[in-house]
T-cell receptor, first 113, second 114 residues
Framework: EPEVTQTPSHQVTQMGQEVILRCVPISNHLYFYWYRQILGQKVEFLVSFYNNEISEKSEIFDDQFSVERPDGSNFTLKIRSTKLEDSAMYFC???????????FGDGTRLSIL | AQSVTQLGSHVSVSEGALVLLRCNYSSSVPPYLFWYVQYPNQGLQLLLKYTTGATLVKGINGFEAEFKKSETSFHLTKPSAHMSDAAEYFCAVSETGTASKLTFGTGTRLQVTL
């Protein structure tokens, strides 16, 4: 069964550094999402992406965050200058239609020191 | 705005007993409803979904859920718990339409004991 894959599984970064989290969505999917889960808290929506532009973003997704689909397969989340509170598990998801269930990757655990 | 409330952050059942995980939602428009399961160190796996049609939906691993509009509920059940069901379960809601974000509940950790 096709899967969403995320790399790396664990990223450790110094505060203030830039970090890029990578995702390969399921190949025929058109809608892409990023969510995050701070330890012990619920999963929160960050951003959705369709047709090479952001469809919706949450209040969390401020100017320090950006997303990109640099080629036909990858979908990336960049945090420009990381803060301690960015430490979380980041999940990528994709769906073939906007109303269909989203399929999630196993996540990237981001630790900011 | 949509929201999801999951009653009980931890639920413990004996193997073979009924599993009932509660979910109530708030939505100003007809919702799509989902249950996801998260095993340790893994991502979110879809258990089942309600979009339209039959209000009792069956999912993987013997789970099912019933959409009750009058009660704004979407409780998850399984007649007989198995040790392998131990995991975190998340209820989520989205609006109908394109690229709709998921709004998650806080999750319920299910423990299954011998």
């Amino acid at each position: 069964e096709p899967e969403v894959t995320q790399t790396p599984s664990h990223q450790v970064t110094q505060m203030g550094q830039e970090v890029i989290l990578r995702c390969v969505p399921i190949s025929n999917h058109l809608y892409f999402y990023w969510y995050r889960q701070i330890l012990g808290q619920k999963v929160e929506f960050l951003v959705s992406f369709y047709n090479n532009e952001i469809s919706e973003k949450s209040e969390i997704f401020d100017d320090q965050f950006s997303v990109e689909r640099p080629d036909g397969s990858n979908f990336t989340l960049k945090i420009r200058s990381t803060k301690l509170e960015d430490s979380a598990m980041y999940f990528c998801a994709s769906s073939d239609q906007g109303s269909q269930p989203q399929h999630f990757g196993d996540g990237t655990r981001l630790s900011i020191l | 705005a949509q929201s999801v409330t999951q009653l009980g952050s931890h639920v413990s059942v004996s193997e073979g007993a009924l599993v009932l995980l509660r979910c109530n939602y708030s939505s100003s428009v007809p919702p799509y409803l989902f249950w996801y399961v998260q095993y340790p160190n893994q991502g979110l796996q879809l258990l089942l979904k309600y979009t339209t049609g039959a209000t009792l939906v069956k999912g993987i691993n013997g789970f099912e859920a019933e959409f009750k509009k009058s009660e704004t509920s979407f409780h998850l059940t399984k007649p007989s718990a198995h040790m392998s069901d131990a995991a975190e379960y998340f209820c989520a809601v989205s609006e109908t339409g394109t690229a709709s974000k998921l709004t998650f509940g806080t999750g319920t950790r299910l423990q299954v004991t011998l």
